[in-house]
């Protein structure tokens, strides 16, 4: 991991370390059990099943439910419409980046979102998440050079089937430029995986309160973004995170 100043290497921000990619993706597989489990049975981290099912709608000539998915839709396209336009505003009135209040109105969203009873229509915290999940997936690109999802698992999935092909086509040779890639995503599926099996127990246990687990590794990520913004990065706002 490459750290240190531009002379030992690129720097990398604390909003592009991979330790903060790991911990977000992690949620998102909390959000993903949590969604499925107690609000309606879907996956709101993307939308590729939302676009599906409304082109069932249409083929079927349901159109109040197709319109239905519009919201959703809509939704997660208001998310990357904001993130897209915010970092720059943010930054020149803010001593902080966009990255970073993001990761504070996440924390918000969720504080909410475990106030909702669990009796309520599961369209409001199906639609506050497809915001939020877009927001993320739209600011956080690039962990220390690698272009990654931190919402959804279909990437990585794909990444880690290239990178073995790599690694078969590198077999017995000493060149494995691969391999950083391929570990980067690999992990990255670790992580998805493992915060559906903690979402999964905590739905299991606690119900909709469950999301108030995430604000732990949401704070923990929002207290090092804090710190970098004020501190070791405080001279580096006008630089970009990879991807931007």
């Not at 709101?44 to 079927?60: D, F, I, P, S």
């Not at 109040?64 to 993130?83: D, E, H, K, N, Q």
């Not at 220390?144 to 999802?149: L, R």
């Not at 590198?170 to 570990?183: C, D, I, M, S, V």
Request: hydrophobic share 50%.
């Amino acid at each position: 991991m490459k750290t240190g100043t531009e002379a030992n290497g690129p720097y990398y921000l604390m909003c592009e370390r991979d330790w903060v990619y790991d911990v977000l993706i992690a949620v998102a597989g909390f959000f993903g059990a949590y969604t499925y489990l107690l609000r309606g049975n879907v996956f709101c981290n993307a939308q590729t099943g939302n676009v599906v099912l409304m082109g069932l709608a249409l083929g079927k000539a349901e159109w109040g439910r197709a319109l239905y998915y519009l919201i959703p839709i809509s939704a997660y396209l208001l998310g990357a419409f904001v993130s897209e336009l915010l970092p720059n505003p943010i930054k020149h009135r803010l001593p902080v980046r966009w990255d970073t209040l993001l990761i504070a109105v996440e924390m918000l969203a969720v504080a909410a979102l475990g106030l909702v009873p669990d009796s309520a229509p599961v369209q409001i915290s199906q639609v506050t998440v497809n915001f939020i999940a877009s927001m993320q997936y739209n600011t956080f690109r690039q962990a220390e050079g690698v272009p990654v999802a931190t919402t959804f698992a279909t990437n990585h999935i794909r990444q880690i089937g290239v990178g073995l092909a790599n690694e078969l086509r590198h077999l017995g040779t000493a060149e494995k430029p691969h391999r950083r890639k391929l570990r980067r995503h690999f992990l990255m599926l670790v992580f998805f995986i493992a915060g559906a099996v903690i979402g999964t127990v905590c739905c299991t246990f606690l119900a909709g309160r469950a999301i108030w687990v995430t604000l732990l590794p949401f704070g923990v990520v929002l207290t090092a973004l804090l710190h970098a913004d004020l501190t070791t990065e405080k001279n580096m706002m006008e630089k970009k995170p990879a991807g931007h």
